[in-house]
């Protein structure tokens, strides 16, 4: 099946205090479709007195919404979901047109998987509740959740809406308003999920910002106005909102970079059924997104003694990648995000092959027919060694390297040698490797016998370099809240000192 | 002898942005969405320390890099280019809608064999 490319209006207004509002500087820019570089539509170029109108608006609403029952704001978040299950289709076109990427991913993956969590964090704020202790028989120390008030985010671009629903659904629920920031390589679905709940909330309690990192994204993350910063991008970034949210003492979360191992032992290949099958789609896997995803699988280690037949079966599988039009269902791999990451991606290429990597397969973009007209680049294996530049910096495309190790021991040594810890596959029949290893791998997450799976209740964040904070679960409502701690006293008497 | 370069298109923008925003540093940034890409930002934006290595100077603008990431890419040259692109991290040049991109090429013998005196 075929889709084409979804109507957009000319232009969008930045989502402020209930409703679309022109930037005030009155600049726009042109936000493209990597597909075909063709123009979706223009978006507020917004500058930090739009993100003062925000945080005006924001600050406002928070007394009330605050207050709200965890019955009403659940509710909420409820409708929220239902109106995405019902605008599943269109949701899922524009986000392929503003992405790239396939239309089978975002019809079956990104906005299902939105539903889901507004789902999940309507349900956790219902269900959870605070503390109480008895300290001695006249004193209660009871703990009770208070939102921290205004929360900034900055979301990338690699699953738009995804990526705002992993974000707005706990800060809502635990009562916070929000001014969030799309990445302004993808501001279309944001809107469009505005434009459909505008009336759901009260006005303030979401408002949403477009524009450039240093002229929009700066002034939410460096406001004295916001009382914590949520960022998912990389590191440099990171660090730098890390320096603004010391200035104003608010805490922060950071979702940074990964160079995830996958590691399979020999033991996949004992039999060849269902389970190497699945293996070896695991090991593929480094391709789905186009790569473009913080835990990309983009270090593929195998035992020496399988090295050659299974690297065989993946090079097959990965050279029957179906790369067309992202808008047809049968499409695997889409387009980049942009220029500058399709460039940078050939540039890691090259560096590999200098390098000394072989090429196993791909090698570089895809200019095939209508592709040329987009940012398309081949799904690439590169085999070397993991001291290589290639094997140690996010390449975020469709390009994986791929290593031999000897023992468990090897293994773990090359999988913890990288300074990023978000992810990791290992891949084994071995009872006791399968909880062995993985406990051995310095990760947030680790996948055994399974990969790229992103369930709502499954908590999700980095070791090392890759960040703090654990989304998609109950425990970052705690991210999002002040524990108001009341020591109270049943005792009459005095202490007796005074 | 240096371990980093700049197109003269690049350089063109980093004078167009010392012009408008004053003194300005290039951070190399690490992984993720954005990142491994470098980045630049007026000169008290970044807190530098001694976990920043600095590799040499641009147009006037000092270039760093995160000390752990520089032991991955000590072997290879850098030089700083520019293209079209958009960028969600605060890196100056963004809004003018372009990229700074790093083109690498590993160091030659004599290059390996100066640096590694250093």
Redo the contacts between chains.
Sequence with gaps: MSYSKPEFKASYGNFINGKFVDPIGGAYFENTSPIDKSLIAKYPRSQKEDVELALDAANAAKESWGNTSATERAALLNKVADIIEANLEEFALVDTCDNGKPIRETLNADIPLCVDHWRYFAACIRAEEGSATELDSNTLSMNIKEPLGVVGQIIPWNFPLLMLSWKLPPALATGNCVVLKPAEQTPSSATLLMEKIADVFPPGVINIVHGFGPEAGKPIASSSRVDKVAFTGETTTGQLIMQYASKNLNPVTMELGGKSPNIFFNSVMDADDAYLDKAIEGAVLFAFNQGEVCTCPSRILVQEDIYDKFMERVVTRTEAIVQNSPYDSSCMVGAQVSNDQYEKIQSYINIGKEEGAKVLCGGGANKDGDLANGYFIKPTILEGHNKMRVFQEEIFGPVVCVTKFKDEAEAIEIANDTLYGLGAGVWTRDAHQLYQIPRAIKAGRVWVNCYHAYPAHAPFGGYKKSGFGRENHVMMLDHYRQTKNMLISYDKNKLGFF | MERIAITAEAAEIVKQLKEKHGALIF???????????P?I?EKE???LDESDVFLGTLEGVNFYM?K??FE??KH?HLTVGI??????????E??L?L?F??????LTPEEETFFSKK
């Design positions: 951070h190399q940034s690490g992984g993720c969405c954005d990142g491994s890409s980045m930002f934006d970044m807190y995160n752990d990431q991955y890419w290879t293209t079209e692109g958009r960028g969600a991290s605060f890196s100056l963004i809004p809608g990229r991109i790093i083109h690498s090429r590993l």
